[in-house]
């Protein structure tokens, strides 16, 4: 139980995006954004299309210098180079995959654990002393992440040749691969089937469990509302909530923010009773030539719903 003696629990934030804004010419697309993610969670970042999620995440990994504000990991602010931030600890994958098509499987892996490794070109060119027993921590860590993601079975595969969903994963692996502290998914279940989003949302738990915290962009409701400890909600470049799933499923401009608010002068409750009580009373009423119309019967919402 709780008392007032208890301390406060200790949130440790592991990324810490203060004030961020992004002008492109006269294009605000990320309008004061601020943002903590905390050791241990997943955070999920959703809003409509170009709402700015993407430009956001580029600003945080160092492909976009931000027009204003500032992020910092693990307490040091991080400079907009996005090598120097890979380096720093985090990892993200790409909205449109950016894998190395002609490369296999597991080279694919190896690319990615490149920050990580002490060997330089030189050595690896010469096959220095160091080489091969780095050359075989690096396949050994590879194949583990294959294990982990569950594509060791593919690891001689040309990355082209996988189906897309896999590749997603690949792409997952690869940025595990420099050893994170926090990644960052850009749309992880485009394109997947339901059991392959069911598995990729078992994947972010596993990593999330192993002590990774996680910051999530997805249209896909079901998949953020199940995964993340807590929301965020960007719209036209501003953050709109931040919340708990609970919260954010519940609030009005969220749903407004998603569907659009009813337009001014739009039809209410009352008058599209009217509407549809009339409709019926026509549907009932016998056509002049006494043959009872079985075309005119009013489309009910569910027959027009096909969401
Ligand atoms: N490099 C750029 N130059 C100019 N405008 C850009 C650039 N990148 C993004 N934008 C604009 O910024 C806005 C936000 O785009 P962004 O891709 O971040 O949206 P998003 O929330 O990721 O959308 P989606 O869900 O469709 O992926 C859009 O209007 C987009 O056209
Ligand atoms: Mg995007």
Known sequence: MTTSTDPAPVTTPVLDASGVIMRFGGLTAVNDVSLQVNAGEIVGLIGPNGAGKTTFFNCLTGLYIPTEGTVSYKDKVLPPRSHL??????????????????????????????????????????????????????????????????????????????????????????????????????EPTAGMNPQETQACQELVFAIRDQGIAVLVIEHDMRFIFNLCDRVAVLVRGEKLVEGTPDVVQADERVVAAYLGTPFEGAPGDEEVAEVRAAEAKAADTPAADGATSTTSTPRTEEEGDTA
């Open 85 to 186: 931030v890979t380096q720093a600890g985090i990892a993200r994958t790409f909205q449109n995959i950016r894998l190395f098509a002609n490369m296999t499987v597991l080279e694919n892996v190896l690319v990615g654990r490149h920050t990580r490794t002490k060997e330089g070109l030189w050595s690896a060119l010469l096959r220095g002393p160091g080489f091969k027993k780095a050359e075989r921590e690096s396949h050994e860590a590879a194949m583990e992440l294959l294990e982990f993601t569950g594509l060791a079975h593919k690891r001689d595969h040309l990355a082209r040749n996988l189906p897309y969903g896999e590749q997603r994963k690949l792409e997952i692996a690869r940025a595990l691969a420099s050893k994170p502290g926090l990644l960052l998914l850009d």
